[in-house]
């Protein structure tokens, strides 16, 4: 089946400092990839959907100058949290898009913490 | 607008017991309807999904979902609950290419 892969998997960072996330489509291409957060005890919500070579396409409420996206190819997205405070601190959770508009395959997520 | 609700954000059932998880949608249009299950510190899998073929849709782990659009419910089942069950789970509904979550339910196995 379709695998996605994030790294790291667990960081931890000081406020004020930017952490990179990668999510990775290891044996499809994808050509939309999805970014979520899911704060503890709670559901996942969409950050943003990004199309491989185009700008990404924030929800509301996102910053988008905080939480930097790039999808430089059919296989990699990256989320950049910018300046990272505490209350960044999330599961933040990629998907890449199926061979169907309904069809997503999740990453295992990153555990970003924010001292 | 597509949405879900699930009733009870947790439900215990002991092993070898019915499991039932609520989830109730709204849509505008026939929906794509999904459950998903989350263990700790892991990301989401799909258990099963309703595309309007079948409205009994099997599952993976023995898990099942009837779709009922009379009671706009997709309430997930499984006939006997295993300790390895033990997880939140998630109802969500397709919205163009987007999947919206429901809140999740944690479902606890008693021994």
């Known amino acids: 089946g379709a695998v996605v892969s994030q790294h790291p998997s667990r960081v931890i960072c000081k406020s004020g400092t930017s952490v990179k996330i990668e999510c990775r489509s290891l044996d499809f291409q994808a050509t939309t990839m999805f970014w979520y957060r899911q704060f503890p005890k709670q559901s996942l919500m969409l950050m943003a959907t990004s199309n491989e070579g185009s700008k990404a396409t924030y929800e509301q409420g996102v910053e988008k100058d905080k939480f930097l996206i790039n999808h430089a190819s059919l296989t990699l997205s990256t989320l950049t949290v910018t300046s990272a405070h505490p209350e960044d601190s999330s599961f933040y959770i990629c998907s890449g898009g199926g061979p169907t508009t309904d069809t997503q395959y999740f990453g295992p997520g990153t555990r970003l913490t924010v001292l | ?111």
Not at chain 2, 53 to 76: D, Q, R
Not at chain 2, 96 to 103: E, T
């Open chain 2, 1 to 111: 607008a597509q949405s879900v609700t699930q009733l009870g954000s947790h439900v215990s059932v002991s092993e070898g017991a019915l499991v039932l998880l609520r989830c109730n949608y709204s849509s505008s249009v026939p929906p794509y309807l999904f459950w998903y299950v989350q263990y700790p510190n892991q990301g989401l899998q799909l258990l099963l999904k309703y595309t309007s073929a079948a409205t009994l849709v099997k599952g993976i782990n023995g898990f099942e979902a009837e779709f009922k659009k009379s009671e706009t419910s997709f309430h997930l089942t499984k006939p006997s609950a295993h300790m390895s069950d033990a997880a939140e789970y998630f109802c969500a509904v397709s919205k163009g290419d987007k999947i919206i979550f429901g809140k999740g339910t944690r479902l606890h196995i008693l021994p």
